[in-house]
């Protein structure tokens, strides 16, 4: 089992190693790589956006739940800055990113695997073209550009989120929610954020192009290749949050 782990872990170094490299013909890469944005990241503003406008008024509902049942009294702006430093620090960058793994991830491990089967990747082989090039460096280079822009939105749109609630219950006000949203923060939490953001991209990207490009059989392995894709995506997103929250905050 380690030694299958092992050389499906260098089969995925190599394969990197052939798709990091400059594009044959740029015309047609800049072309790939707007194509990609479009797919997934625009692709993905709707689901972000809705997840973190409910996620970021329930958040700031439960920590005025814990702060009211607290014996010691705790002033409402703190409402807004906990639920800022919950959005900052773990559900944008981890939680969203864990939510486009599933989505982004299985659409790039189908449709890399039905090339695949299909052949078009040996037919780019043969005529020449560097497929991992051609295939995998739009994608990383689309996740790991557009997804920080999806992570900072979705820091905004959960604090709209808050406020929205206090709003609806009327358990804060906005001028309390406000102040407590502007309280000061470390910047090494927002570079912390950004980091795990742009890593987290990064392996959305890639694992699931490893697993795509490997692929063989027909359609129904192309299925369970996406499932697996997903699942190892995840479980790299989390391996490397650990890893970088000792290195960064640790």
Partial sequence: MIKKFLTAFGEYFLLLGKAIRTPQKMSVFIKLFFREINDLGVNSFGLVVFTSVFVGAVTAIQMFNNFSSSSIPIPTPFIGYATKAVLVLEFSPTIISLILAGKVGSYIASSIGTMRVTEQIDALDIMGVNSPN????????????????????????????????????????????????????????????????????????????????????????????????????MVFIIISELILTQIILG
């Avoid at 689309?142 to 406020?163: D, K």
């Avoid at 502007?182 to 939490?189: A, D, I, K, N, S």
């Fill in 134 to 233: 051609f295939l995998i460096l739009p994608k990383i280079l689309a996740c790991v550009i557009y997804n920080p822009l999806l992570i900072g939105l979705s820091m905004a749109v959960g604090i709209m989120g808050g406020f929205a609630a206090g709003e609806l219950t009327g358990n804060w006000t906005i001028s309390d929610f406000t102040t407590g949203v502007q309280m000061y923060m470390p910047m090494l939490f927002y570079y912390y954020a950004f980091i795990k953001t742009i890593v987290f991209a990064f392996i959305i990207a890639s694992v699931p192009s490893f697993f795509g490009y490997n692929v063989s059989g027909g359609s129904l392995e192309v299925g369970r290749s996406s499932t697996q894709a997903v699942v190892w995506t």
